[in-house]
Structure formats: C-alpha cells, structure tokens
C-alpha cells in the first residue's frame, strides 16, 4: 500500500511556465515532508522540505504549500527551466524517524 | 569528498546466484540505509542502520540481508536472488541518528543496476 500518493506520473510544461505536483497521505504521524530532484543516472537530492507546522517554504523558485487539514502537500516550480527537466520525489518521514516513504515519482519534462 | 560511493554500477545475476552491493560513505553519518527504485513504485526502503552493530528491517526487506561493522560501510547481500529483485538500488546516509532532520538530509549514492535473468 502506497503510504504518499503522488501525481501526476509525468508532466510536461513550456519554459516559464509553473510546473505543479501534488501529494497525499494518510498517515498523520508522519512529521517532515522533503522533496527529491532526481537527474537520470544520479541519486536522488533534496530540493525543498517542510515540516508539518509550516503551510508554505519558499526557496528561491521552488515552493512547498502544506495543507495540514487535507494531508496534502505540493511542490510549485515557478518560471520552469529546461535544467529542471528531472523526476521529482515527494516523501514523509514516519514519527520513529528512521523510516522514509517516497511517492512513486512525477516525471517533468521542461520544452524551451 | 565522495559522499556516498557504491558499487558496482552495474550488475547481471542468474537465478539462485549470490552478491553483495557495496556503499561506503566519508562523512561520518550515523545512518544508513537501502532503497529500490522500481518504475510506478518509487523509492522503498529495505533496510537501515542508525549507528555500527544496529541494523533493522524497512518495508520490503525479505530476500535481503545487512550488516554494520563500521560507521562507513554498510553493504546489502541477495543471498538467492530472484526475477523480482531486478532494479535499481539505491545507498543513502545522514548525519542524524532519526534519518534525517532540516538540517541533514539524505545524501543519496548513484546506485547500482541490477538485472536477474
């Protein structure tokens, strides 16, 4: 069972365009919710997190909305380069601490 | 500064066959863990280890064994692997015994593909 539902799979979008993906859980003890880029080939990296006392984080182009009541969160990508062009990971980290759930992956596709 | 080196970076099994994918990080981070990233399942965790002599099980970990005898190496073993266990594996460490915080994230190696026929 998926414990962090993400979407969409794929996502294509014209540069400077704002590119969205959503993600939900159901588990309300989970209690830090990060983001992962992902280039092909390459591990994944941390882009952005948040944590669940916090609606919004904002770094540079990158924004993460956490909607607390809905258990729902998404990452916005403002003015979308062709560089961002990777698959992007949400996840929630379980309340032991020691247990990650990731979303199953949207993959963005930036056209110049 | 390596972060997190694992090999090899490519590997093709038979059935009931043997092997050890290695990880090995420089930063001194207390945890370790292990993920496979399969298409439409995103990352899972298989197992991870929040110091030397701590090992414990994630949410896919059968077929799968770990240990840790050293702060830097963790290494994943398929004592028989299977068809199943086709996919790419991924090592990730932190610097913070709960995983990972605000302030240490995963560092993720490159991971290793692996392919059972």
């Known amino acids: 069972q998926q414990q962090v539902k993400q979407s969409p799979q794929s996502l294509i979008v014209q540069k400077g365009g704002i590119s969205i993906i959503n993600c939900a859980y159901e588990?309300?003890?989970?209690?830090?919710f990060p983001w992962y880029q992902q280039f092909p080939g390459k591990g994944p990296a941390l882009l952005i997190a948040?944590?669940?006392?916090?609606s919004e984080k904002k770094e540079g182009r990158f924004t993460i909305s956490f909607n607390k009541s809905a258990k729902q969160f998404s990452l916005h990508i403002m003015d979308s380069q062709p560089g961002d062009s990777a698959t992007y990971f949400c996840?929630?980290?379980?309340?032991?601490?020691?247990?990650?759930?990731f979303g199953t992956g949207t993959s963005l596709t930036v056209i110049p | 500064n390596a972060g997190v080196t694992q090999t090899p970076k490519f590997q093709v099994l038979k059935t009931g066959q043997s092997m050890t994918l290695q990880c090995a990080q420089d930063m001194n981070h207390e945890y370790m863990s292990w993920y496979r990233q399969d298409p439409g399942m995103g990352l899972r965790l298989i197992h991870y280890?929040?110091?030397?002599?701590?090992?414990d099980q994630g949410e896919v970990p059968n077929g799968y064994n770990v240990s840790r005898s050293t702060t830097e190496d963790f290494p994943l073993r398929l004592l028989s692997a299977a068809p199943s266990q086709t996919s790419v594996y991924f090592c990730?460490?932190?610097?913070?015994?709960?995983?990972?915080?605000?302030?240490?994230?995963?560092?993720f190696g490159n991971g290793t593909r692996l392919t059972v026929t």
């Open positions: 948040i944590r669940p006392d916090v």
């Open positions: 588990n309300t003890a989970f209690d830090y």
């Open positions: 996840a929630a980290r379980g309340n032991t601490g020691n247990q990650f759930y």
């Open positions: 280890s929040v110091g030397a002599g701590i090992t």
């Open positions: 990730a460490s932190s610097y913070s015994g709960r995983g990972s915080s605000y302030n240490s994230p995963l560092h």
